[in-house]
């Protein structure tokens, strides 16, 4: 299990939420990658699907809804002053504009699965002033297809590769504990150096009286 994995493990539903809804917000998160990585630890027990499913569900919804006020309350001006925080270039803005816009509930929902576009449809949906309750649904509806759609990417991985990727996990944590001991035994050993060679030449050591 990379260490994605073991973070997801450690934080759990709270860790999955936090992810998905900053990767839907527009933040630098790789959102379904973590949910990849969540029905995997739901094919080994670790966590439970239903429940991995259902945060998922909300987080992913919960970020898109932010996205949404947020153009809705500031308008296409916001978006298109701070996209570049986001690598939004002014060419992908209008591309992704007249996207949502031509396409409208339906633009919404497809956005859901093209990365890149996922996060700006909110924005960019309340900023064209597309109705709340229009959005809210294409959104939901986007939300339920998608995120069992990521979570059974990871557990036909753990069914399929399972046994490989554990194989993998243990011998990249014997190679990090490894690693580990060689650079410790490295940096005791330099430092004892150092001190035996002090001792040896104690003019190095002490300054030349003037």
Do not use: Q
Not at 84 to 90: I, R
Not at 167 to 189: M, P, Q, S, T, Y
């Amino acid at each position: 299990m990379p260490p994605l994995g073991d973070l997801i493990a450690s934080w759990r539903y709270v860790g999955i939420f936090l992810a998905v809804v900053g990767g839907n917000f527009g933040l630098p998160v790789p959102e379904e990658t973590v949910l990849i990585v969540a029905g995997y630890l739901a094919w080994r027990r670790t966590l439970r699907l239903p429940l991995v499913l259902l945060v998922g569900v909300v987080s992913a919804v919960t970020g898109d809804n932010l996205g949404y006020w947020i153009g809705r309350r500031y308008g296409r001006a916001a978006i298109e002053r701070y996209g570049h925080w986001l690598a939004v270039t002014p060419a992908r803005l209008e591309s992704v504009w007249g996207f949502v816009r031509r396409h409208g509930s339906l633009g919404v929902f497809a956005a859901r699965f093209i990365p890149g576009l996922r996060f700006l449809a909110g924005p960019i949906a309340g900023a064209s002033g597309m109705g709340g309750a229009r959005f809210a649904v294409a959104n939901l509806l986007g939300a339920l297809v998608y995120v069992p759609y990521a979570v059974g990417i990871g557990v036909a991985i753990g069914y399929g590769l399972g046994g490989y990727v554990e194989h993998v996990r243990r011998v990249v944590g014997d190679v990090e504990k490894l690693g580990l001991g060689v650079a410790a035994v490295v940096v005791a050993a330099i430092i004892g150096w150092r001190i035996r060679r002090g001792r040896r030449d104690p003019a190095r050591t002490t300054r030349p009286r003037s």
